[in-house]
Antibody
Framework: QVQLVQSGSELKKPGASVKVSCEAS????????MHWVRQAPGQGLEWMGW????????TYAQGFTGRYVFSLDTSVRTAYLHISSLKAEDTAVYYC??????????WGQGTLVTVSS | EIVMTQSPATLSVSPGERATLSCRAS??????LAWYQQKPGQAPRLLIY???TRATGIPARFSGSGSGTEFTLTISSLQSEDFAVYYC?????????FGQGTKVEIK
C-alpha cells in the first residue's frame, strides 16, 4: 500500500538548520508530485510549495523562499525539506503529501519541528 | 491568490444529525476542490476531490457538492469518529490554498 513515512521530531535552537525526510513506498515515486504543508500549533494548513519528482524542479509559495529548500533522492524514493536559520515561528508540524491529479491523496504522518533556546 | 473561506468556524452537532459545511472561493475554481478531515494528532485525510467524488474508502455518508465559487460538504448522519476539523482546498490555481477549517464538535 502507499505510504509516506517522515523522519522523527526535531528540537533545534534558533539559527540552526533542520532536514525533514519523506520516504515514499507503494507507488511509482516519479509519477506523483510532492508537496509540503506546514501546520503551526493550533492553526490550519498552509501550503509551502511542491517539487516535481521527475525533474527535481521546486516551486515555493510566497513566504517560503530563501530559507526553505525542497530536494529529492530518487534512488531512495525520498523527498526532503531543509530549513535554515530557524526561528521560533518555524515551530510547526511539517507534512509531505503526494499528488497525482491535483488533490493531495497521500500524506506523511507529519514531523514536529520545535525551535527553542 | 485564491482565498478560500469556510463557514462556520465551529459546528456543534449531535451524533446522528446532519452536518453541512460551506466553503467559498474568491474566484471561480470550476470543480477543482478537495475536502480533508483532520483529527487531533493525525495527518489530514482526503475525503472528497473534484468537488463531489469520494476518495477510496470514504463512507457514503460524506458527500460534496458545488462548483464555481460555492461548495458544500455534507455528513448525512454524524458518527462519533466524524468529530474533527475539516478543510477545503482549491487545486485550480497556484498557489494551492486551504480554507481555515471548520471544527465539527459534539453538541
Amino acid at each position: 500500500q502507499v505510504q509516506l513515512v517522515q523522519s522523527g521530531s526535531e528540537l533545534k535552537k534558533p539559527g540552526a538548520s533542520v532536514k525533514v525526510s519523506c520516504e515514499a513506498s507503494g507507488y511509482s515515486f516519479t509519477m506523483y508530485a510532492m508537496h509540503w504543508v506546514r501546520q503551526a500549533p493550533g492553526q490550519g494548513l498552509e501550503w509551502m510549495g511542491w517539487i516535481n519528482t521527475n525533474t527535481g524542479n521546486p516551486t515555493y509559495a510566497q513566504g517560503f523562499t530563501g530559507r526553505y529548500v525542497f530536494s529529492l533522492d530518487t534512488s531512495v524514493r525520498t523527498a526532503y525539506l531543509h530549513i535554515s536559520s530557524l526561528k521560533a515561528e518555524d515551530t510547526a508540524v511539517y507534512y509531505c503529501a503526494s499528488d497525482l491529479y491535483g488533490h493531495f491523496e497521500y500524506w506523511g504522518q507529519g514531523t514536529l519541528v520545535t525551535v527553542s533556546s | 491568490e485564491i482565498v478560500m473561506t469556510q463557514s462556520p468556524a465551529t459546528l456543534s452537532v449531535s451524533p446522528g444529525e446532519r452536518a453541512t459545511l460551506s466553503c467559498r472561493a474568491s474566484q471561480s475554481i470550476n470543480s477543482d476542490l478537495a475536502w480533508y478531515q483532520q483529527k487531533p494528532g493525525q495527518a489530514p485525510r482526503l475525503l472528497i476531490y473534484g468537488a463531489s467524488t469520494r476518495a477510496t474508502g470514504i463512507p457514503a455518508r460524506f458527500s460534496g457538492s458545488g462548483s464555481g465559487t460555492e461548495f458544500t460538504l455534507t455528513i448525512s448522519s454524524l458518527q462519533s469518529e466524524d468529530f474533527a476539523v475539516y478543510y477545503c482546498q482549491q487545486v485550480n490555481n497556484w498557489p494551492r490554498t486551504f480554507g481555515q477549517g471548520t471544527k465539527v464538535e459534539i453538541k
